[in-house]
């Protein structure tokens, strides 16, 4: 299993997105914004879909080349999926984390980012830090 090391940028990038289940306004705009950003950067493809486990799957597998979110459920959503991505030669960041990016598992909604090396990076230049918080 490999991940998709033949998208090096945005322009052709493949990227799966959820968005989640929280509706208060800030983060709705937040949201929003963030995936006009990447559209208007030129992103190839965007896929929405609402399991992290499955979207990790994918990257991992190279049928993605990134996945985003910010809000996920708890650990129990990623951990499967982020091995997998590591193993496949990618990257799982948490996307509010300027330094020791790496994802680290906790209680509570996180942020992830995953793919190829230069794709995260790329991804993350473009979106921005994202800044809503959760209710824990």
Same mark, same amino acid.
């Given at each position: ?72 459920? #708890?650990?129990?959503? &990623?951990? %499967? +999926?982020?091995?997998? !991505?590591? =193993? ?19 209680? #509570?909604?996180?942020? &992830?980012? %995953? +793919?190829?090396?230069? !794709?995260? =990076? ?15």
């Amino acid at each position: 299993v490999y991940i998709d090391n033949m998208a090096t940028s945005i322009k052709d990038c493949l990227l799966v997105n959820n968005i989640g289940h929280d509706r208060n306004e800030e983060f709705v705009v937040e949201s929003t914004e963030r995936v006009c950003k990447w559209l208007k950067a030129g992103l190839r493809g965007y896929r929405a879909s609402g399991s992290a486990a499955q979207n990790l799957a994918h990257v991992a597998s190279g049928q993605v080349s990134c996945y985003y979110e910010h809000g996920y459920g #708890g650990p129990w959503d &990623v951990c %499967a +999926g982020m091995v997998l !991505v590591r =193993e496949a030669g990618g990257v799982v960041w948490d996307a509010r984390e300027e330094k020791n990016r790496d994802l680290q598992m906790h209680f #509570g909604k996180g942020s &992830v980012v %995953a +793919g190829s090396l230069t !794709v995260v =990076e790329d991804v993350l230049r473009i979106a921005g830090k994202p800044t809503c918080t959760f209710k824990e």
